[in-house]
Structure formats: C-alpha cells, structure tokens
C-alpha cells in the first residue's frame, strides 16, 4: 500500500510564515495566512483524488499517538516531489544553500560599491538639530534687540565733594545741566520763566554750596561778610553783569542767629529783598566749619523768589537741617 500525503494546508517550504494548498499530488499556487478559514481551491485538472483511509497518510504521528491526518507538534515533513522532501523535487538543504551563497554575492556587491565610494575625506559633522515646542506649546518669540537701559534714579541729595557734604533735594528741584556758578555745587527749581527785566530765563529757587573765602575766621563773620554778595548776584547784577530784576531798591534782614550744621555749630542770615521789577525774595548766606579741613569754613547761598510762585521760605530751614557729612 502507498503512503502518500493527503490534500490540505501545509506550511509554505518556501515560506514558513504562510500556508500553501497541497493538492496531493504538487503544490498549488494558492497561500493563506496560517489557521485562516479559507476553502481549499477547486482541482484544475482530473477528478477529484481520493482521500486516504483513516490511520494512513501524512505525516505520522508520534509513536505511542493514534494515526490520523493533521499537523503533530512541529512543522510537518515536506511532501513526497514537494521541495524539501527526499523526493524529484529540489531539496530544502540545496535551496538553503543556494540562498545563502545569493545573500553572500549580494552583500559583496554591496560593500564594494561602498569601499569603491568612499573617500579619504572625513565625514562632515552632523547639522545641529533644532528643538521644535512641545505639543501644546506656542513658539518662542525671537529674543529682541537690547533696548535702552533704563533711566538710573533720580537723585536725592545735592553732593558737594569739595567740602564732604550732602544737601538734600526737595521735591520739585532738580540738579541743572547748565553751567552757572563752576565754583559751586547748585541745585534749582525745575521751572524757568522770562525773567522780569528780560536777559533771558529766571528759576524760582537757587541753592549753591561752596568753600568760603579765606580769611574768615568765624561762621558768623562769613555768613555776615556774605549776604550782601548773595543778595546782589541773586537779584542785582548776575557773573554776567546782567539785571534781570531790574537792581535790588532795599532789604530787610529777617534772621541773624546761629545753628547747628552737621553737628558743627554754624550761623545764617537772611534777608527779604525787594527788586525794581517782579515780586522780589529772599536771600540767606549760611556758613559752618568743613568737616574736609581744619580751619576752613563751608557757605551755602540761597535765593527763592517771593510771591505766590517762589518756594516758601520754610524750605531754606528744611535744607540747613538736611545737610550731612558726605563720609
């Protein structure tokens, strides 16, 4: 009696990862996926071949197992003439053979195209790569160009180096740009107005810090040697020989007393004047000992103009108590 392999699905030789249509006799054209439900194909040529006895066919069981059609545990024997088997067809062990020399010629092709290719150069570095935002994450705005830096604060105290003092800076005044008096360190009023006799523009307030002229002995005597200069630069004729009040017509002293300055004792004097135009003002000379050297002496001139739009006179008393020692 023949054995012979029944028809069915077996695993692809030439495949592994499919199943091909076993007719009993050849292999068919036909695949499928393994374990998918697919009928077996309609015979092309002859009637149909009669299925094997139960017990006979292909592939055995193991021994000590009923004999019976269907896989056993592995992948089954090749078919008698199918590729693989022992029979006319080409074996699985040549066409193994025969598929690894074919990778081998390949790969040789492969890697001489390459070597053939390749220059002594170095290879160029990598592009850097750039970072795209998150999913959900807006693009970075482009960094902008640095702006101006922002304005230093506005100072608080007017420094006189010279003499090692500060004098403190009230609220609408200012330390001017312009030259004026280059022996002295001066603080005004912001505001400027068309001066009453005209040769140009007048501010409300003046204060000025300096070194006192030698020769003076004694605060009092410096600030009583002085006011009468103050008054007259202030209101009479100006560094530039101008009058732009029109001369001062008169004063009347309003202080004459001693203070503390500094922790040093100082004295002041103050007088009301009264101009041939505009409201008039007022005018102080304060002086006191230099903390910067032994003997000499510091003045301070002030001039706020009278009237409604001058600063009030309580201001002078308010900067003679602001005064420190700058060390």
């Known amino acids: 009696m023949s054995m012979t392999t029944p028809p069915g699905w077996y695993q692809d030789p030439s495949a ?14 036909q695949t499928r996926a393994p374990g998918a439900q697919q009928p077996p194909p309609p015979q092309q040529f002859g009637p149909a071949r009669p299925t094997q006895p139960q017990g006979y066919g292909y592939p055995q069981g193991a021994p000590g197992q009923p004999q019976g059609y269907g896989y056993p545990q592995g992948a089954p024997p090749a078919p008698p003439g199918a590729p693989g088997s022992g029979g006319g067809g080409l074996g699985g062990s040549k066409l193994i053979v025969l598929i690894a020399a074919g990778v081998v010629v390949v790969a040789a092709i492969v ?3 390459i070597f053939l290719g390749k220059d002594d150069s170095p290879p160029p570095a990598p592009a850097p790569t750039v970072a795209g935002p998150a999913p959900g994450q807006s693009t970075p705005a482009e960094p902008s160009a640095p702006g101006p830096s922002a304005p230093s604060a506005a100072p608080s105290v007017l420094s006189d180096q010279l003499n ?5 800076l009230l609220e609408g005044w200012e ?4 030259g004026g008096d280059r022996d002295a360190a001066t603080m005004t009023t912001k505001d400027t107005y068309d001066c009453p006799a005209g040769g ?4 409300h307030g003046t204060v000025t810090s300096r070194t006192a002229p030698a ?6 005597a410096a600030a009583k040697a002085d006011i009468k200069t103050a008054t007259d630069l202030s209101y009479g004729k100006d560094y530039l020989d101008r009058e732009q009040f029109g001369g001062v017509k008169s004063h009347q002293e309003v202080k004459s007393e001693p203070v503390t300055v500094a922790g040093k004792q100082g004295y ?6 009264v101009t ?3 409201p008039g003002g007022y005018v102080q000379s304060l002086a006191f000992p230099s903390s910067i050297g032994p003997g000499s002496l510091v003045l301070v001139r002030f001039a706020f103009d009278a009237g409604p739009e001058g600063p009030p006179p309580a201001g002078m008393d308010q900067i003679t108590q602001g005064i420190r020692n700058a060390n």
């Open 276 to 278: 041939g135009k505009g």
């Open 268 to 273: 002041l004097v103050r007088w009301k004047v």
């Open 215 to 220: 020769g003076q002995t004694t605060a009092e």
């Open 175 to 178: 330390l001017p740009d312009f």
């Open 111 to 113: 890697l001489g195209v």
């Open 200 to 203: 140009g523009f007048c501010r």
């Open 164 to 168: 090692g003092i500060t004098l403190p």
């Open 16 to 29: 592994p990862t499919q199943e091909r249509w076993w007719d009993g006799a050849a292999w068919s054209a």
